[in-house]
């Protein structure tokens, strides 16, 4: 027994029957201006036909020819080019990781100081960037006591220890080694 293929028109039809009314004829009706009616509101389609010609590849290659600008050429004559040293940026992913880390820190934190900065990482970031408020961000435990030299008052940075690399032994194996300074 021999397989009958339809014709696509008549696959394409069918599957339009589906999506929108058909008249009494059994052909598919159109509104007024020859546009054919969904069966259902959820049927309507949401493309915005007059976008057509601005999204049609063919006439934003010519455009770019015209122009020699990729886009709207009369805003790229507003804007200046900027050429920016990226090699310091951490790629997507480590960034990423470091906002996961702070907000993750910040959530360490106790409830009454996060509900103090509105439960927002970036208020508390502003906050302790500001120099006015050094003291009380040492009084919440934001930052660490500074250590005082009993003898003169003068402000002493807290430090850690620095860790150096040791020179390499017999075995050609670099040691690290604490750099134990005296206070």
Avoid: C, W
Avoid at 54 to 69: L, M
Avoid at 79 to 106: G, L, R, W
Avoid at 131 to 138: F, H, K, L, S
Wanted: positive net charge; hydrophobic residues 30%; charged residues 30%.
């Amino acid at each position: 027994m021999a397989t009958v293929l339809t014709p696509r028109s008549v696959r394409k039809n069918a599957t339009k029957k589906s999506f929108y009314k058909v008249d009494s004829k059994g052909k598919l009706a159109t509104d007024k201006n020859g546009e054919l009616i969904p069966l259902t509101e959820k049927h309507r389609s949401r493309t915005q036909q007059h976008f057509a010609k601005n999204t049609n590849i063919n006439n934003i290659v010519d455009k770019y020819h015209r122009t020699g600008v990729l886009g709207n050429p009369d805003f790229a004559r507003d804007v200046q080019p900027m050429f920016i040293d990226m090699s310091t940026v951490p790629d997507f992913q480590t960034a990423q990781n470091i906002i996961v880390k702070a907000n993750e820190a910040f959530m360490r934190l106790k409830p009454e100081i996060r509900a103090k900065f509105s439960n927002d990482p970036q208020n508390l970031i502003n906050f302790i960037d500001n120099p006015e408020n050094e003291e009380e961000a040492i009084k919440l435990g934001l930052l660490p006591k500074p250590k005082y030299n009993n003898k003169t008052e003068e402000y002493e940075p807290t430090t850690r220890p620095v860790k150096e690399k040791a020179p390499t032994g017999a075995e050609g194996v670099s040691q690290p080694v604490e750099n134990k300074s005296e206070a």
